[in-house]
């Protein structure tokens, strides 16, 4: 094992240190883990390795104190360092080129870039120590021939140029030309205005620190640029040439004079354009294979969900004509992929008939995607419909995947459509229209064949007319329209309902209910039943919980006179019942003691239903 093999790694976090050193030993490199700081400097100056990679963030002293005092001793002021960090601002990077680093890698890393990084230090550790044997050899011979030392610059492969201390070209070799596409009545003009100590894109960069390091007399080696030539040409004002632009590694060697002072300054360029693009190609992979396991991720997140899901019920439970006609027109569009607009009050099964849909569908292999856009606030909707990228908004901290991107080669269900808020109607005619949408903060069009089912209890006709809803979006949803009744108006399946949901809950509950008396069954169809059917498996859950015996009975509102008109709406009555919970929680939303726990709601949701029945916190 050569010295230039062996590697320090000093990290204070105990997994992040066994990660790397398991990782680079795999390659037949040797490791040497060191958790302080302290521990590190004293290993590193017993024995100076190949390599030193560096945490910034560590107690005692900090990687940035650390790498300064290694490159105040001589026997590891050469030594390349490395900074991993989860700072990856580019304060942090100067910070850390000032102190000696040469590279930075930000966490969380990716293996394959910690050993492209290492391999590419160490290779380039090993020229260095090669070439610079070299300088200095002939540097010592330079005062005796300096035709030898023009002799080693001009035959070799590597592309070099010397600088004056002031950063002027004095001299560069046929390599370098051959690697810059200029001829020398081109570089001529490039070499009378050029000065390496101001190079602006190296400034950009946050590299100057390590330039001024090299003309202060010290070797240094920037981290892999990618330099642009043409920029570099206008920026100097030069016209009519054209010179490459590719990635290299500079390694810059001080020549000094028998005083120590610098003379002149060696650039040795290094062309890593394949290397840097085979790097580049991988992140890319990497980075597809990262959206295709989010992808994978959502869609298992979502179907849990939907695994998880409580149905009011599983089959569909009538016999009237009612329902048969609205069956029979599932039956029609099923097949289809036109977009179904299911009408009908709350609570009578309007999920279930888009259920059906979705089965009897050509696209029942794949989960039925939902969202209820009542549930949702105003200022998620969107994100949750048609996704977002990371940073697209405050607290947007990932990449989300959208219902139509998650619904692809499937259904998507929009509940409580008459619910959108109106300035996003038009994004989703858009998709209706062309397939076609964008996330949240990426200018990228995507596409959905999700073929749309909505459903609304509201009266869409209406909502159009008070300007609440576009009517060009109405018109494209009403394609095919489903009707689902009110339980008022088959009250003929109300026995057959009530026997389901009785045989359904009293398993569950432990009872053996066995007698419904002639009378109270003929009193449930005869009642109105607002809430419809989940009102009816409501009432039958309530009364099996006060049941004794195999009998069930069941307490139907009394109203002394059946006349009076000056009757609560339910929204009515929802909106006093949450004004109450709040009042009585101290307006505390969400969290420990809070409203949304006492009403059993998620917190958006509650706060969904105070957006829409326009309950708003009172100022103190």
């Not at 002939?138 to 492969?157: G, I, M």
């Not at 030309?177 to 050029?194: C, H, I, K, P």
């Not at 269900?413 to 996330?439: A, N, T, W, Y």
């Not at 326009?614 to 103190?620: C, H, N």
Request: aromatic residues 6%.
């Amino acid at each position: 094992m050569n010295i230039e093999d062996d590697i320090l790694i000093v990290d204070d976090e105990i997994p992040n240190l066994r990660l790397l050193t398991e990782l680079l030993e795999k390659e037949g490199y040797q490791v040497r883990p060191a958790e302080r700081a302290q521990t590190a400097l004293d290993s590193a100056l017993a024995k100076p390795p190949g390599l030193i990679l560096l945490d910034v963030r560590m107690p005692e002293i900090d990687g940035f104190e650390l790498c300064r005092r290694l490159k105040q001793d001589k026997r590891t002021k050469h030594i390349p360092i490395i900074f991993v960090s989860a700072l990856n601002d580019a304060e942090a990077k100067v910070q850390g080129f000032e102190a000696g680093g040469v590279d930075f890698i930000s966490k969380p890393f990716q293996e394959l870039e910690i050993l492209a990084r290492v391999g590419t230090h160490m290779s380039l550790h090993r020229s260095q120590q090669h070439i610079g044997q070299l300088v200095d050899e002939r540097t010592s011979e330079v005062t005796e021939s300096e035709a030898r030392f023009r002799n080693l610059v001009e035959q070799s492969p590597l592309a070099m140029a010397i600088f004056t201390p002031d950063g002027q070209f004095t001299d560069v070799n046929p390599a370098w030309y051959s690697q810059w596409g200029l001829n020398r009545e081109e570089a001529t003009e490039v070499f009378a205005r050029y000065n390496h100590r101001t190079d602006k894109q190296l400034e950009d960069l946050g590299v100057e620190p390590l330039v001024e390091r090299a003309y202060a007399g010290e070797s240094v080696v920037l981290p892999p640029i990618e330099y642009i030539g043409n920029r570099a040409l206008d920026e100097m004002g030069v016209e009519d040439v054209e010179a490459r632009s590719r990635w290299i590694q500079i390694h810059l060697y001080p020549i000094k004079d028998k005083n120590g002072s610098v003379e002149s300054v060696v650039n040795i360029n290094m062309d890593i354009t394949e290397q840097k693009q085979a790097e580049i190609e991988l992140r890319t992979a990497l980075e597809e294979i990262e959206q295709l396991k989010d992808r994978l991720e959502a869609e298992s997140a979502y179907l849990q969900d939907e695994i998880k899901l409580e149905h009011n019920f599983e089959n569909i439970i009538g016999q009237s004509e009612s329902l048969k006609y609205v069956l029979h027109r599932v039956e029609q569009v099923a097949p289809m992929d036109s977009p179904v607009l299911i009408l009908g009050e709350t609570g009578t099964g309007k999920e279930l008939m888009a259920r059906a849909l979705h089965e009897l569908s050509p696209h029942s292999k794949r989960a039925l995607v939902k969202v209820n856009c009542a549930a949702l606030p105003r200022e998620l909707i969107e994100s949750e419909l048609f996704g977002r990228e990371k940073g697209a908004f405050t607290g947007a901290t990932t990449t989300q995947l959208g219902r139509f991107e998650l619904a692809k080669g499937s259904t998507l269900f929009l509940d409580e459509i008459g619910e959108l808020p109106l300035e996003l109607q038009p994004k989703l005619l858009g998709v209706l229209e062309s397939g076609e949408f964008e996330r949240l903060g990426s200018p990228r069009t995507l596409h959905s064949d999700a073929r749309i089912i909505a459903a609304t209890n509201r009266v869409l006709e209406e909502e159009v007319r008070k300007g609440r809803f576009r009517e060009d979006l109405w018109y494209r949803l009403k394609v095919f329209p489903i009707t689902v009744p009110p339980l008022r108006e088959h009250p003929e399946d109300i026995p057959l309902l009530v026997q389901w949901f009785l045989d359904q809950l009293a398993r569950k509950m432990g009872k053996d209910i066995t007698e419904i008396p002639k009378r109270t069954m003929q009193m449930l169809q005869n009642y109105s039943w607002p809430g419809n059917v989940r009102e009816l498996k409501h009432a039958v859950e309530s009364a099996l919980i006060t049941a004794r015996g195999k009998r069930l009975d069941f307490e139907f509102p009394q109203v002394a006179d059946s006349t009076l008109t000056n009757f609560k709406s339910f929204e009515e009555m929802e909106r006093d019942y949450i004004l109450r919970i709040l009042k009585a929680k101290t307006w505390r939303i969400g969290g420990k003691n809070s409203a949304a726990l006492a009403l059993g709601m998620h917190v958006n949701t509650l706060r969904g239903r105070m957006k829409k029945l326009g309950i708003k916190r009172p100022k103190s």
